[in-house]
């Protein structure tokens, strides 16, 4: 028979033999008072009987008391009562002392009670309630009767409040019950030594007052708690003298019933334990801060209360967990027996932990609990016993039972407040982390050593939690024994204990986690037998605050990332820092980087932040970039919709109706988390966040009683996690960009690209971005300019915004309504994330707010980094808009056909030595950037944020006028001079890509500024017949005639025969370079056939339609995606009816519109909508629940695979004929200059107008950027 069956049936025989002996004592008190009418029985009879049960007693006392026999001779006994003879003088005498032995046999009895539910409770981790057992019980005519054996059915849906206030009930009447026993307890002392009050006219005497305690000590053994209990308890209480001294014997009794009360009271004081652990899973934070009035004081207000309490709380629990471990090695040093006498140095101990346990059950906030623990240690550190008796070595190994989950208990409390105290301020300390000294703010290096080491902490500490969790829940599928193995439960939950309380502690000590980490590992995968319930209930409470850590470390993940991002430009991954991770077995293995493509060869990853001109990689980059982009996209949409679904149950009140899908709010966290562990490891691909996302929609969908507070606190911390790393992917997704930009030549936003995503229903789609075409009108190209201006402005106006929310200072701008800065951020949060999906949208909702808001109270440390992280992005995002702005102009150069129309020759001279200051401006401009960048250094004397903000503000100007006056030029030139003379101290990696943002945006205004001076001068070819000083004649690469060349800026010759393409196999493989060759991209060779594809027969006397110059096929679909849409016929008596470009449709009648692009809904569960068949059947309502999600998730929707993008066409230009003699170039001298403008690199308009209403208003002209310090 296993264990716990074996104790639970000694202990229901032990409490049917206990009230078995009760009944004997009234049987015997009976045939004492005699006074039966029909005597049939002797008493001689009745003794003899009793002699039997005296003899069955003496046989099986004490370790067998409960077998069967005695209830079965104690019921014969009860049947002979009932018709005995009146006794006898001497018979009387004796049969009272009778009563005097069965009191022995009630305590022997009581005392086996406590033993067995001692062991009990080290097997299953709690004491077990007598009414649970099924008890035989003997009736008044001693027929042996069964009890209440039916199971007792399970009770309903209990709301959270509900089951807390029962559980607070019964913490009530246990420490009413505890304060009781411990009272209790000093009279029966006072009784033992003689110093209890002796008044003759006391109304009890010694015996009638044992008899009161034994009643008080009978309820309590059978867990009667509560009132009845408490009346008990007064009845003693109330006894404040006896008539006269107790005998020796009666003496002996109260011995034994203070040995009961002890016991039952440090079991009593384990179950209290145990049930304030159940409140903490319903409630989560029982300490006195009340979170709610906490959050309604000033943050450092709230951050100095939380560091009080947190210090506090550490400082009891270290002191409890050192006593449970020097506890732990003491017995290891003492041998244990019950030969041994009873030590007094500890009694003394254990007395003390007594009142240690009682103190940190009934509040772990006493303050004294730290001195107590302490004083404990030194009565430890002094004690000289060696031998120690098996009861005093039993209740020992009880405490440190009782102790350890205290401790878990404080582990639980520290892992939320410390929660809460990181989302106001500070961060996390590690005992591996050393910092390094930050001499200013500019300090970026050593800034960026401090946070990579923060990083490295956390990640280890995520993948600890993480393997911890893993390893727990290994050890519970352990079924049957296997003796081959060599670890156990108990070191299991060591271990587990070990981990969380170091996890608690101020500076983690992250080389002992790693090695409990690896010993729980390992344990967990080679364990001898199964565990116990007490080991399975207390590590699953350890997995509440393993689960807790775990949502701490990925939310602080995100958080330093984002200033890594800042600091390097990109993300800094585990791969990055080369961490080994903990494996099942305990073995160490390598952070691998993010398989973004799934192994696919052809996509070459691109992680640095300027791409190198390898036009070999291009396309793989390119591939590799887009499929980054997709992904993270995907992910992007599966944290709107986690945020979605846990706001629908966090918003559930009461009971929702009945459904036959039921889950829990523990369940639905349970996938909640395990989907946050996954981005907070980097894993952001759909292959991983598929699955988990769909699993969150179908719990949600299930969830139908509302959670509990411990899950509300760990619901909103993970929202606030998810919303952190939402804000990272918009990061991303404009690193990503600014990558993109550096290797296709047409603009990011009008590549064409597809993919999947949840969208806020929950369903999955196809969506299509970018319109792959090159605009054919100059309009539209002015369109789109003024769209990316007005963007632009747009930004720099909420730039503005952040920076007085930085500085806590308004002053000049039109605010008109205070918000707490969570409420600020939050809409600034709405309006990054629009740009996530589109550089050009803007929640025009959010920011007609936002512009208007001002901060009630300074932003807390936290939302502070928040505000200059998405400061970092919002530069970014102005760089590729400004970007953008450069190739719309170009392109507008390229379409318009630009030519001269002045005829002064004087004139054109004048405009040629402008456009070549223009030229000679931006030559300064690239080169300042790249010298004094590259010349960076930490000692310099130059600011590198001042320098960053004239580079930046001119780059705004430069693309936000149409026209840049020549002083403004010369000014700018001049400002960056002592920058580059002096040096400046190092910019950031956000800074840095910003600048090859820079880099190639002035290029392109370099190109499009050299096609104009080309025009002047061809101009002046024409009126003077001959060109520039300088300047050769030449021919346009468009075939158009002759023009004057700049032998000084020609592409540089080929020296090699132009071959056809050879397919490379896809392996990460670089071309062989033949001779010294360069391999030559063949724009407009033959068509490289793709496996598997067959090139379009045109048939016979079928011309193919040319594409002219520039000219691009126009694709047929709403969102210029290309794909998924068929042409709608047009009757031959049907106009099209034209919808301006800003112009939003018009719902008619209540329809609904039709997706556009391929993105049909993808139906989770697998539904299909019910048709109405017949006219006159009326559409049945929906309830606001939709009902539950079932099944497993469908297959993702197949999305056509990537097309990279065609280069764009060369822009035009002269080139100079072989055969002519270079003569020296132009030579400009930039200063001095008469005033004037410099020539447009394009005459962008404002658009056109057009009915509709247009998508924003007019921009103004941006103001200075703000400064990114």
Partial sequence: MPLKEELLMELTGLFANLEATESTIEAVEAVIKGGLTKPTVTVDNFIVIYESLSAVFDLYNPCELFKVVIQEISSLLVFFSTTSEDATAAQIIYLKNLLSLLLQIKLDIIVQINIIQSQLSEITGSSVDPSSLCIFTIGPDGQIEPGDCLPTPPPGPLLPRDEEAKIEVVIADLQSAITNIELIIIKIISIIDGSFTIDASAKYTCSDFLGIVMEFVTLLVRGKFGPELEVAANKVIAVSSISSACDAATISFFKIVLLILRQININVIGALTIIVQKLIISRGLIVTINLEELSMKPFREQELQLEDSLRELRESCLGMDRVAGELDVFLTTVTCGSEADVSIEIGKIIAKLTVLSKRSAFNIEDVGIEGLANEILGLISQATSTKLSGKQCKTIELFIIIIQNTVLTYVSQISILEQTKLQISGELKFSSVFFLPVMNEEDFENIEQNDKAQLEGLMLCGDFTERSTESIKQSFDVFEPDFNNQCNGKEVLKKAQRITAMCSSEVLPVEEVADNTRDLARCSSS?????????????????????????????????????????????????????????????????????????????????????????????????????????????????????????????IQGVLPPSAYFKSGPEFLVEVSSYFTMIGQGLFTSDYLYEATFNIIKCASQVSIEVSNRIILLLNSITIGIRGFQMACGSEFIIIQQKLIQIVTIPVSSLQIEGTEFNKEGEVIIYAMGSGMTPADVLQIDDRIWILRDTLFKLQTVMRCIDAGIEFYFVGLPTIEAVEPNIFLTELNRIILSLSIDITYIDLDAFDRFITWSLLFPPSGRQLESLKSIKSTVFSYCSMLAAEVSQAQSTKQDISNPTITETNATALQKQSQDVQLQIATYDLLLSSISITVDSCGMFNPMSAFGFFNKVFDFYILMVSEDNIA??????????????????????????????VIVRIAITIYIEISTLVLTLVNTAILEITGQCPTGYELGDWNTGEGECCCDPNDQPEEETYDLEEPFLIPPTYEEPVLIDGEEPFLINGGEPVLIPGEEPVQIPFMEEPVPLFLMEEPVQINGNDSGYGEEPIQIHMWEEPIQIPMWEEPVLIGGEEPVLIGGEEPHLIGGEEPVPITFTFEEPVLIPEREPPITGPAPELPTVPPYKPAPPKPDKKFCYCRKNATVTPGPSVTPVPSPPGQSPAPGTPQSPSPAPGTPPSPTPGTPGTPPSPT
């Fill in 527 to 651: 364990l001898d037998r199964p565990l116990n319930e007490r080991e399975i209930s207390t590590l699953e409470f350890i997995l509440i605050s393993l689960n807790t850590f775990a949502v701490t470390f990925s939310s602080q993940i995100t958080i330093v990332q984002q200033r890594l991002t800042f600091l390097t430009g990109q993300t800094v991954t585990a791969a990055d820092l080369f961490l080994q991770f903990i494996g099942q077995d305990g073995s160490l293995y390598p952070a691998l980087p993010l398989d973004i493509g799934n192994g696919d060869p052809a996509l070459v990853p691109a992680n640095m932040l300027e791409i190198p001109d390898e036009p070999w990689f291009k396309v793989g980059r390119e591939l590799f970039l887009v499929k980054q982009w997709t992904e993270f996209r995907f992910a992007f949409s599966t944290m709107q919709i986690v945020i979605k679904s846990i706001t629908s149950v966090l918003d």
């Fill in 966 to 995: 020549n002083e403004e030029l010369d000014k700018f030139a001049t400002s960056i001079t002592p920058s580059q003379s002096n040096g400046i101290r190092c910019i950031t990696g956000s800074f840095e890509i910003v600048f």
